[in-house]
């Protein structure tokens, strides 16, 4: 049998490597933030993740998402030629401003998409403070 030569394949393969560690690092997902007068909502595109994957931590007023997507495993006599999805870890922070009620937060992933719903409480007012004589 005969095979023709690509010069451009040894470049190929190296191209699609380096892919494959770019990718493989880190990602990040896209987020929208939404404010409706009773909440706040955080939504982030995290499509082929599972919900056990995800952890999300409040702490000191910081909301943080974190999660791994990981590299689909290839079948025998399968390989990959072109990796364009982002893999890998990814760490989402926001502060979050002192209306939200951190014990009411809920979380949700539907459709790819994960929904962190902030709800609001009321702002803490100022209080005058009498000074004794």
Do not use: C
Not at 49 to 54: G, R, V
């Amino acid at each position: 049998m005969l095979t023709r030569w690509d010069p451009f394949a040894p470049l190929s393969e190296m191209s699609r490597l380096h892919d494959l560690a770019r990718q493989s690092q880190s990602f990040r997902p896209a987020v929208d933030i939404v404010e409706s007068p009773d909440a706040f909502e955080v939504r982030a595109e995290i499509p082929g993740m599972k919900a056990e994957d995800i952890h999300i931590d409040v702490e000191k007023n910081v909301l943080t998402l974190r999660g791994e997507r990981q590299l689909e495993e290839t079948t025998e006599g399968t390989d990959y030629k072109r990796v364009e999805r982002s893999y890998g870890t990814f760490t989402r922070s926001f502060t979050l401003p002192e209306t939200v009620d951190d014990e009411q937060i809920e979380a949700k992933l539907t459709d790819g998409v994960l929904t962190v719903r902030l709800p609001k409480r009321e702002a803490p007012s100022a209080r005058r403070i009498e000074v004794a004589s």
